[in-house]
Structures are given as C-alpha cells and as structure tokens.
RNA sequence: GCCCUCGUAGUCCAAUGGAUAAGACAACCGCCUCCUAAGCGGUGGAUCCAGGUUCGACUCCUGGCGGGGGCACCA
C-alpha cells in the first residue's frame, strides 16, 4: 500500500494490511466516511477492539486516535470520536501533498501487484461450442473473462488465458451431417443445425456434397474458431491457449482413458447397465454420473474431467472457469470429479455468469442457436461499437441477468457513462496539451520536491482520496472476481475530476506553484482513468474527443 | 418437487456487518464572454414480505413471495 496511507493503515488494528497481518479482530477497516464532516478517513477499530480490551469503544477510540496523533505529527490536523466509537480522522494539506507526491513516484507501479500470495492462475472463458456463431452471452463472458483476467495480472497474478474448443462429440458430426446435407441440396436433419450461418458455411467448402460428414465437421470448426478469435480479437478478447477438445481423446492411451484410470484406481467408479458411472454422490454431488456410455463412447464429462485434469497437471495453482448459467447443474459433479482425483477443490473456482436475455418491444425473446434466431457479438459490436459494448456489459455484476434490447442500446448508446469516462480523459489531454509538455514535466518534478502551494479546495482534496484508493479498489475487485467494480470507480473517478476541474483552475492558475500542483494532480488523474479503461477494462482513452 | 441464483427509486444498477443507502438514465427547474456543454448546479423518488442473530443488517440465519437458470448414457 502506499506510504501515506499506510502511515494510517500502520496503525493498531487498522486497515486491510493490518486486518491481514495482525491478526486482529476481523471487520477492521479505514475507510471514507459518508460525510466530510465525519473527516477524511475513519475507522471502526475501536468497536471492534472494545470488547477484548474491556474498555468502553469511545475511549478505545480515544487512546488510539492520541497515538495516531502522535506518530502522525502535522499529518493528522486532528481526529475525533464519533457515534458509538469512530475514530474519525482529519488529515492535513501536508498529507495530501506526500500523498500526490507518492502516487505520481509510483507511475505504473501505482495501485498494483497488491497480491498477498501470487499465483499461477489459468481463467478459461467464452469455450463456445464451434457448431455456431457467438451470440451475446458470449460477448458478456469474453468481456467478464477477459477484464477478470487483466485484473489478476495487474493485481499481481501470473494469468494465463484459454479457450477451450469442444472439437469432439455428436454435435460436431451434427454439424457436419447438417452441412452435408445442405450441399447436396437435402433437407437438414431433424436435430441438425440449421441457423443462417450453415449454409454459407456449406457454400464455403469446397467439395462439400462429396465429403464424409466427420470430415466436414473437422473443416468446420476449423473455420468456425477461426471465426470466433477474429470476432473475439475485434472485442479486444485475445487467449493465451486454444486447447482443443480432440486432444484429450488422442494417443493410446488418451487424456480420458488415463483419468478414468485414475478414477478406477481410487475405487470410485462402477459398472451399471452396460455403463461405467462415477460415485460423485459420495462427494456432494446430487447423483452418479455416467462416464462411460452403454455403447462405450466417452461422455462431455468424461473428457472435462480430463481437461480440468489437464490444467492442474500443466502446473496451475488455481483454475477459474468462466460459465453461463445454464451450466450451474455441472458444478458440483465438476467439483466432486476435482476432488476425487485429489485436486484442492479450493483451487478451482467456477464462476457462474448470469445470462443475457433479449428483448424485443419489451417481451423477451428466446435465443436458440439452431432455430439460428440471436444476436451475435459481432452484431452488438456493430451497433453499438466495441466501448459502449464492453463498458454495458462490464459494468454489472456478473450474477445478475441482464436484458439487452438491441433497439434501445442502439438508441442509449450515446448515454453510456462510458463516454463520460473517456470525455474527462480527453479534456485532461487537453488541458496538459495547452500547457505544454515542458511545463507539464517541470509541474511534476517541482511535486516531487514538495514545493508548498497553499491550502487545498476541498475538490482537490476529494479527487487525491479517490486517486488514492486506487489501489484498494483493484485488490478488492481482483479479490472478489469483480471487474464489474473497476466501472464503478471509474465513473466515481472521472466525476471526481469533473468536480474538480470545474473548481479549480488549472493552466494560469495563480501563483505558479498551484499551477504546478494542479498540473501534476491532473497527470495522476489521467493516468489512473487510463489505468482504468484500458488496462482493466479494455476500452480506449482518447485523447481527444 | 428438488437444487442454484437474483429481488434496492419509473428504468438500469452499486454498496468488506457500520454513521443520513452511492451513481446513471428518464422527469422537472436553472447554467455556455471563462482550461472541451459528450459538461455543471438544483428538485422529487428505493432496500419484496415476516421472523431471528447483533451495540448496529441491503448485507448473515430461518420461512414465505416473485424473476431467471438447472435437474440426460446432449454438449
């Protein structure tokens, strides 16, 4: 954390480091009160401390505040003791300007790899099936997946990022009969695809009336995911891994055979009516499950239990799954089959995405993939463009359903907050533009050397808090799997800043050593924003708009 | 029926057990001689219901009610 705040999370039971390290009453926190006039920052460790010290909070909070004081000298302008036991702290102009001078110090090092323990982490998201085009709900768990994984990274994680191709299975040879059939000119099969995308995929290969429905199956997917990492790369989605489906089923013995071995070994499968189940009831799931069908072919789970197998054996400490919510039934045989073959099931986190529905003149509206009735990613990102798009998308928690109606985000688009994040970078290069580079480096360096420029405007003094809880704000959203988070903040920032600008003056502010001061508060402002949207968010800051 | 998940203003949505529940859109009233009006200021408006735990509950527990999802030898 920051030296300047760390000089209050330093503090007896104070803080999240102090939470962490101390071992302390748990729930201590510091924190922005909901008023100014309840301080700067305020902490409840006084309630919490009151019990095991058998003193009464409000002189618990008392004695602390005298020692903060102490240690904080012309720091902290004074503290109070509020309510049942706050601890309310004021902190001096002083502070804030170590405090500025200390962000701008940092540069990109500012607010990240805060990671108590780093980790190799494999986030696997989006794995749609390559039998169809991605539709919204793919879009809302590239965005999730991918601002998860930018947000581990920067919290400090080493994130790798896959994308698994269900390559094998009936569905593929599905798609393959299906295409057959349409380049012969015959009617698809009853259960076979028949979206819009089909047939010019049929078109699209050569020879297709004459070719084996495995194989055209084989030579669609490779076109289909070629497909989808263009459509995922424009999103701004990229993937470390493809790591294919068919694999697992490969070589004698293959990945499946193998972990069914392993599950053999530990005397946790059985035989039953021609088919080889697991005992995943005896670790929390509802039921058994069938591995091994009566006609001898692997089932899905089979080989997703080779592939999670995979991933741990490929030296993963911990594995998160990014999932629809249509899959929430697949969770708890995931997790019994993870810990069945020893894996911590700890270390495997699967995060369930709420869906998106569509509506259509305010009734929803069925998405189905065969009937080939859906809005693709490339659709929204054609309507509403990649920004907009991601930032709707990005902006709610991932367990709540969102309803997209592609008529109003059309017309919303130009409302969305996004824009207003962009609008406050921009002007900030528009202001450092005016004043000039030059001048722009000599604000800096004279912050650096701690230049007295007078009292703060309380804008100022709220925009150096938001800056400076940057760093909290990434742990906890990388913590909580939360990118949804970093939105928020971001808006919070920018309106900050807005506030700010609108009361100070920034380029000929008098005297020179405000301007200075001003100059330098707006480089950390612009940064952090930027920090914000494109690093973790993926949406771009311009300059100018 | 069983399991999971969500219920916060007209709408969308935020809130590690903390003080007077944040913000956006929509509505209404104002503001461009001034570093970008994609902006700023102001007004009204919310925790599904009932119990419980706690000094303190949107948050945790129990029971309802409502939305969504799932309960295959499909993937």
Same mark, same amino acid.
């Given at each position: 954390m920051l030296g300047a705040a760390a000089d209050l999370a330093g503090a007896p039971g104070a803080g999240r480091a102090g939470r962490a390290r101390s071992g302390g009453p748990a729930g201590v926190t510091l924190e922005r009160p909901p008023r100014p006039d309840f301080g700067d920052y305020s902490t409840n460790a006084a309630l919490l401390l009151a019990p095991a010290l058998g003193a009464p909070p409000r002189e618990v909070a008392q004695r602390l505040g005298a020692e903060l004081q102490g240690r904080l000298g012309g720091k902290l302008e004074r503290f109070e003791v509020a309510g049942p036991g706050f601890l309310n702290l004021f902190l001096s102009t002083e502070w804030y300007r170590g405090a500025l001078a200390e962000v701008l110090a940092a540069g990109e090092g500012f607010g990240v790899g805060g990671a108590a323990r780093p980790e190799r982490i494999l986030v696997e998201f989006v794995s749609a099936n390559p039998t169809g085009p991605m539709h919204v709900g793919h879009a809302r768990n590239a965005a999730y997946g991918d601002a998860l994984a930018r947000l581990l990274a920067i919290h400090g994680h080493e994130v790798t990022r896959e994308f698994y191709v269900?390559?094998?299975?009936?569905?593929?040879?599905?798609?393959?009969?299906?295409?057959?059939?349409?380049?012969?000119?015959?009617?698809?099969?009853?259960?076979?695809?028949?979206?819009?995308?089909?047939?010019?995929?049929?078109?699209?290969?050569?020879?297709?009336?004459?070719?084996?429905?495995?194989?055209?199956?084989?030579?669609?997917v490779a076109i289909m995911v070629d497909r989808a990492a263009r459509a995922l790369a424009a999103f701004r989605v990229d993937f470390d891994e493809w790591k294919y489906e068919s694999e697992l089923h490969s070589g004698a013995p293959s990945a499946v055979e193998r972990v069914l071995g392993l599950l053999d070994e530990r005397g946790v499968t059985y035989r039953s009516e021609e088919a080889v189940w697991l005992r995943s009831s005896e670790f929390g799931d509802d039921k058994d499950r069938v591995l091994v069908r009566s006609s001898g072919e692997h089932t899905y789970f089979a080989s997703d239990i080779a592939y999670h197998q995979d991933k741990r054996e490929r030296g993963y400490q911990r594995q998160i799954d990014v999932w629809g919510a249509d899959h929430h039934g697949?969770?708890?045989?995931?997790?019994?089959?993870?810990?069945?073959?020893?894996?911590?099931?700890?270390?495997?986190?699967?995060?369930?995405?709420?869906l998106v529905h569509l509506v259509r003149r305010g009734e929803r509206a069925q998405m189905s993939k065969r009937a080939g009735e859906f809005v693709t990613l490339e659709d929204l990102v054609g309507e509403i463009g990649v920004d907009a798009a991601r930032w709707f998308l990005l902006s709610r928690s991932h367990d709540t359903t969102i309803d997209l109606d592609l008529d109003l985000a059309r017309e919303e688009s130009s409302e969305n907050p996004v824009y207003y994040v962009q609008?406050?970078? @921009?002007? !900030?290069?528009?202001? %450092? =533009?005016?004043? +000039?580079?030059?001048?722009? &480096? $000599?604000?800096?360096?004279?912050?650096? /050397?701690?230049?007295?420029?007078?009292?703060?405007?309380?804008?100022?003094? @709220?925009? !150096?808090?938001?800056? %400076? =809880?940057?760093? +909290?704000?990434?742990?906890? &959203? $990388?913590?909580?799997?939360?990118?949804? /988070?970093?939105?928020?903040?971001?808006?919070?920032?920018?309106?900050?800043?807005?506030?700010?600008?609108?009361?100070?003056?920034?380029? +000929?502010?008098?005297?020179? &050593?405000?301007?200075?001061w001003r100059i330098a508060l707006c480089v950390a402002a612009q940064r952090t924003i930027a920090r914000c949207l494109v690093d973790l968010l993926g949406v771009t800051a311009p300059a100018e708009m």
């Amino acid at each position: 954390m920051l030296g300047a705040a760390a000089d209050l999370a330093g503090a007896p039971g104070a803080g999240r480091a102090g939470r962490a390290r101390s071992g302390g009453p748990a729930g201590v926190t510091l924190e922005r009160p909901p008023r100014p006039d309840f301080g700067d920052y305020s902490t409840n460790a006084a309630l919490l401390l009151a019990p095991a010290l058998g003193a009464p909070p409000r002189e618990v909070a008392q004695r602390l505040g005298a020692e903060l004081q102490g240690r904080l000298g012309g720091k902290l302008e004074r503290f109070e003791v509020a309510g049942p036991g706050f601890l309310n702290l004021f902190l001096s102009t002083e502070w804030y300007r170590g405090a500025l001078a200390e962000v701008l110090a940092a540069g990109e090092g500012f607010g990240v790899g805060g990671a108590a323990r780093p980790e190799r982490i494999l986030v696997e998201f989006v794995s749609a099936n390559p039998t169809g085009p991605m539709h919204v709900g793919h879009a809302r768990n590239a965005a999730y997946g991918d601002a998860l994984a930018r947000l581990l990274a920067i919290h400090g994680h080493e994130v790798t990022r896959e994308f698994y191709v269900n390559d094998a299975g009936s569905q593929i040879r599905k798609l393959g009969e299906s295409i057959a059939a349409l380049a012969k000119g015959e009617p698809v099969p009853e259960d076979g695809y028949r979206g819009d995308y089909v047939e010019p995929l049929a078109a699209e290969i050569e020879g297709a009336a004459t070719r084996e429905p495995d194989e055209l199956g084989r030579v669609a997917v490779a076109i289909m995911v070629d497909r989808a990492a263009r459509a995922l790369a424009a999103f701004r989605v990229d993937f470390d891994e493809w790591k294919y489906e068919s694999e697992l089923h490969s070589g004698a013995p293959s990945a499946v055979e193998r972990v069914l071995g392993l599950l053999d070994e530990r005397g946790v499968t059985y035989r039953s009516e021609e088919a080889v189940w697991l005992r995943s009831s005896e670790f929390g799931d509802d039921k058994d499950r069938v591995l091994v069908r009566s006609s001898g072919e692997h089932t899905y789970f089979a080989s997703d239990i080779a592939y999670h197998q995979d991933k741990r054996e490929r030296g993963y400490q911990r594995q998160i799954d990014v999932w629809g919510a249509d899959h929430h039934g697949y969770l708890g045989r995931m997790k019994a089959a993870y810990a069945m073959l020893g894996g911590d099931p700890e270390q495997l986190e699967l995060i369930i995405m709420q869906l998106v529905h569509l509506v259509r003149r305010g009734e929803r509206a069925q998405m189905s993939k065969r009937a080939g009735e859906f809005v693709t990613l490339e659709d929204l990102v054609g309507e509403i463009g990649v920004d907009a798009a991601r930032w709707f998308l990005l902006s709610r928690s991932h367990d709540t359903t969102i309803d997209l109606d592609l008529d109003l985000a059309r017309e919303e688009s130009s409302e969305n907050p996004v824009y207003y994040v962009q609008y406050a970078h @921009a002007r !900030i290069a528009s202001m %450092l =533009a005016k004043a +000039g580079a030059e001048r722009v &480096a $000599a604000a800096l360096a004279e912050v650096g /050397r701690g230049q007295d420029a007078g009292a703060l405007h309380p804008s100022e003094a @709220a925009l !150096i808090k938001r800056l %400076l =809880a940057f760093g +909290g704000e990434i742990a906890e &959203a $990388a913590e909580r799997r939360a990118p949804h /988070r970093i939105a928020s903040y971001a808006l919070e920032l920018a309106q900050d800043f807005t506030a700010f600008y609108r009361d100070c003056r920034v380029v +000929g502010a008098e005297p020179e &050593a405000v301007e200075s001061w001003r100059i330098a508060l707006c480089v950390a402002a612009q940064r952090t924003i930027a920090r914000c949207l494109v690093d973790l968010l993926g949406v771009t800051a311009p300059a100018e708009m």
